[in-house]
């Protein structure tokens, strides 16, 4: 089995994480699949939203996704209403994993967004526990 060698962040090996970045800030380093899963439940959940990312993976450099901290917060707080608005338990755990992960992004990216209308479902605890866990 043969890695592709290629150049990341100016040092050459195989490429085995993700960048998530604002323009002066790492906000996360998952490992290549868990970041790429991210990006792409995101962008499903976008479209039933109507609402865009903010995330833009670069198109010479897949393994950095630029972050739109505007764009991303207003994606995450459609997210939230879609999260709490719904009397649909399927629905919401579908997507509160994606939302956990985004709420704390969106947290390092310097624009918080509001959880106190998802406490009853213990959204506060899970949003902790990401932040603890997910790589700078």
Request: glycine share 6%; hydrophobic share 40%.
């Amino acid at each position: 089995m043969t890695s592709e060698v290629i150049r990341v962040r100016d040092q050459i090996g195989a490429a085995m994480s993700m960048y998530f970045e604002t323009e002066d800030t790492d906000l996360w380093n998952p490992g290549n699949w868990t970041g790429r899963m991210f990006v792409s439940m995101a962008e499903c959940i976008s479209q039933s939203l109507q609402t865009p990312t903010g995330l833009h993976v670069r198109e010479l450099d897949p393994d950095t996704v630029d972050v739109d901290a505007a764009q991303f917060r207003a994606f995450t707080e459609a997210l939230r209403n879609a999260y709490v608005t719904t009397g649909n338990s399927t629905y919401r755990s579908l997507i509160d994993g994606v939302l956990a992960v985004a709420i704390v992004i969106a947290d390092r990216a310097g624009v918080p967004v509001d959880i106190h209308p998802m406490e009853q479902w213990g959204m506060d605890d899970r949003v902790e526990e990401r932040a603890r866990s997910m790589n700078f």
